[in-house]
């Protein structure tokens, strides 16, 4: 009866197995792999495309609205002062009598500058600024200021008569296959051994209009696009941003008769 009961016991005893002694890659006992927390659900990378396309197209949008936006911005801001710094002539004036109405000095100062103009076209008033410019051209640093802006002045003048830019040319500058873009100033006749030459006096700006370069060039290798000079020195102030997208030739012959017969007067 004892030896029973031991034998019995021995038996329970190899039956019985440990946990710790479980083979780690047993799959009949191993619990089942959790799922990654890297995978994402497929609803989840759908939101994050959507998130993306509503931030690309709202920064393209908000560009769009700065491009158009910044240079009506300018243009306004300009303007608002341009009509400030007018203003500011007469508005003392009017204000030492009283007079409070904002815009009232631009619209004195621009009576004042058309009646300046209408005087100046007559003999009276052409007398006057000869003799102011007398004045002028004999101080030792103020006329080196009046020449020079009376030369911008000049070349956007509506007087072809005293209009500094002629014409509007474009020359072979620097090399075969370039061209620079420049106002034609004057016309000059070279005489050398083989006989006269015609030749065009052309201004090509290198620092917006006020600094530049010369050239003598042959009458017929100067191109004249059919430009005004206002739209010229556009293209030139703006960079060559105003450039039209198709320029179009005139005939250098009339073109040279004009230029001839204003150099002549």
């Known amino acids: 009866?004892?030896?029973?009961?031991?034998?019995?016991?021995?038996?329970?005893?190899?039956?019985?197995?440990?946990?710790?002694?479980?083979?780690?890659?047993?799959?009949a006992v191993s619990p089942s792999p959790k799922p990654s927390?890297?995978?994402?659900?497929?609803?989840?990378?759908?939101?994050?495309?959507?998130?993306?396309?509503?931030?690309?197209?709202?920064?393209?949008?908000?560009?769009?609205?700065?491009?158009?936006?910044f240079p009506i911005a300018i243009t306004f801001y300009i303007?608002?002062?341009?009509?400030?710094?007018?203003?500011?002539?007469?508005?003392?004036?009017?204000?030492q009598l009283g007079i409070d109405?904002?815009?009232?000095?631009?619209?004195?100062?621009?009576?004042f500058i058309f009646l300046v103009g209408v005087f100046m076209s007559s003999w009276l008033g052409a007398s006057v600024l000869g003799l102011g410019e007398w004045f002028i051209k004999r101080m030792p640093l103020v006329r080196h200021i009046y020449n020079a802006s009376k030369q911008i002045s000049?070349?956007?003048?509506?007087?072809?008569n005293t209009q500094a830019f002629k014409e509007v040319a474009i020359i072979r500058h620097p090399r075969i296959g370039?061209?620079?873009?420049?106002?034609?100033t004057s016309s000059v006749t070279l005489q050398n051994y083989s006989g006269d030459e015609e030749l065009?006096?052309?201004?090509?700006?290198?620092?917006?209009?006020y600094i530049g370069d010369i050239f003598l060039v042959n009458t017929k290798d100067v191109i004249r696009p059919n430009l005004s000079i206002r739209e010229g020195i556009e293209i030139v102030v703006s960079g060559g941003m105003s450039m039209p997208q198709i320029l179009?030739?005139?005939?250098?012959?009339?073109?040279?008769g004009e230029i001839s017969r204003i150099n002549r007067s």
Request: neutral net charge.
């Open 1 to 27: 009866m004892s030896s029973m009961a031991i034998t019995t016991r021995d038996r329970d005893r190899e039956l019985l197995i440990p946990v710790a002694d479980i083979p780690a890659g047993d799959a």
């Open 37 to 69: 927390s890297s995978a994402s659900p497929p609803h989840h990378s759908g939101r994050e495309t959507f998130y993306k396309v509503i931030r690309s197209w709202a920064s393209k949008k908000f560009m769009t609205g700065c491009v158009i936006l």
């Open 79 to 95: 303007t608002w002062w341009f009509i400030h710094f007018v203003d500011g002539f007469f508005s003392p004036i009017y204000a």
């Open 101 to 111: 109405i904002f815009g009232l000095g631009f619209i004195t100062s621009i009576t």
């Open 154 to 160: 000049a070349a956007i003048s509506p007087d072809q």
């Open 178 to 184: 370039e061209y620079a873009f420049g106002f034609i």
């Open 200 to 209: 065009c006096c052309v201004y090509v700006p290198t620092n917006h209009l």
């Open 248 to 256: 179009s030739t005139i005939d250098s012959r009339i073109r040279l």
